[in-house]
C-alpha cells in the first residue's frame, strides 16, 4: 500500500456541487498539506496542518475547507465548486524536521463542469 | 518572501546525453535544504535528490547531481545518461521554514 493515499484518483464535478478529496498516510508524520497544481504555475499550497487541532491557511485558500480527522487523515472540501478549481490536487506529508521534503499522494485530478 | 525560479519551463535531450537544468532561489536564510521532485505521466511526485545548504559538497544520487552554489543562489539538476524514464516535468523546492516550489521543467528525451 502506499505511503499516502488519495481518493478518488479523478473526479468529474458540476459547478455547485459540494466534493470532498480524501488523504490518509501510513508515514506516522504529524504534518498534512494539500497542494493545487496547476501548468505554469507550479504547486500551490491551500492548507496545512501540523497536528489533528492545527489548521492553517495557505496562499489560496479560498473556497476550499479541510478537516483533520486523525493523525492519518487529511481531507480537503470544496463547499461550492467552480470551474476554475479545475485542477491537478495533491496531499503530502513530512515529518517535524521537514528536511527529508515532502511525501506526495498520487494526486486528485479534479475536472468542475 | 522565498522565491524558487525555473527559468526553462520546456527542455529536451537526446537519450545517453546529458542535460542540465536550473533553478535559482531568493532567501535571506542561512540554513536551508533544496530538492529535486521528478513528475512523469503517473503524475507522482518523486523525490529526486536532496541538498542541505550548509554542505558544500555536491549531492549525487546515481545519474542525477546537483550543482549548488550557495551565494549565487543557484542549485542545477544534471542528469547524465539520459534515459526514456527521465521524460518528466522536474520540480525544483526550496524549505527553510516554509516548503516553496518552482513552476517545473518539462524534459524530453529523445531517442
Known amino acids: 500500500d502506499a505511503d499516502v493515499t488519495q481518493t478518488p484518483r479523478n473526479r468529474i464535478t458540476k459547478t455547485g456541487k459540494r466534493i470532498m478529496l480524501e488523504c490518509s498516510q501510513t508515514?506516522?508524520?504529524?504534518?498534512m498539506y494539500w497542494y493545487r497544481q496547476d501548468p505554469g504555475l507550479g504547486l500551490r499550497l491551500i492548507y496545512y496542518?501540523?497536528?489533528?487541532?492545527?489548521?492553517n491557511k495557505g496562499e489560496i485558500s479560498d473556497g476550499y475547507s479541510v478537516s483533520r480527522q486523525a493523525q492519518a487523515k487529511f481531507s480537503l472540501s470544496l463547499e461550492s465548486a467552480i470551474p476554475n478549481q479545475t485542477a491537478l490536487y495533491f496531499c503530502?506529508?513530512?515529518?517535524?524536521?521537514?528536511?527529508?521534503?515532502?511525501?506526495f499522494g498520487s494526486g486528485t485530478r479534479l475536472t468542475v463542469v | 518572501a522565498q522565491t524558487v525560479t525555473q527559468s526553462q519551463p520546456e527542455m529536451s535531450v537526446q537519450e545517453a546525453e546529458t542535460v542540465t537544468l536550473s533553478c535559482t532561489y531568493d532567501t535571506s536564510e542561512s540554513d536551508y535544504y533544496l530538492f529535486w521532485y521528478k513528475q512523469p505521466p503517473s503524475r507522482q511526485m518523486i523525490l529526486v535528490i536532496r541538498?542541505?545548504?550548509?554542505?558544500?559538497q555536491n549531492a549525487t544520487e546515481n545519474r542525477f547531481s546537483v550543482n549548488f552554489q550557495k551565494a549565487a543562489k543557484s542549485f542545477s539538476l544534471k542528469i547524465s545518461d539520459s534515459q526514456l524514464g527521465d521524460a518528466a516535468m522536474y520540480f525544483c523546492?526550496?524549505?527553510?521554514?516554509?516548503?516553496?516550489f518552482g513552476t517545473g521543467t518539462s524534459l524530453t528525451v529523445i531517442p
Open positions: 508515514k506516522g508524520h504529524d504534518r
Open positions: 496542518s501540523f497536528d489533528v487541532k492545527d489548521i
Open positions: 541538498q542541505e545548504a550548509y554542505k558544500q
Open positions: 503530502a506529508t513530512s515529518d517535524f524536521h521537514n528536511n527529508y521534503g515532502y511525501t
Open positions: 523546492a526550496y524549505y527553510g521554514n516554509q516548503f516553496y
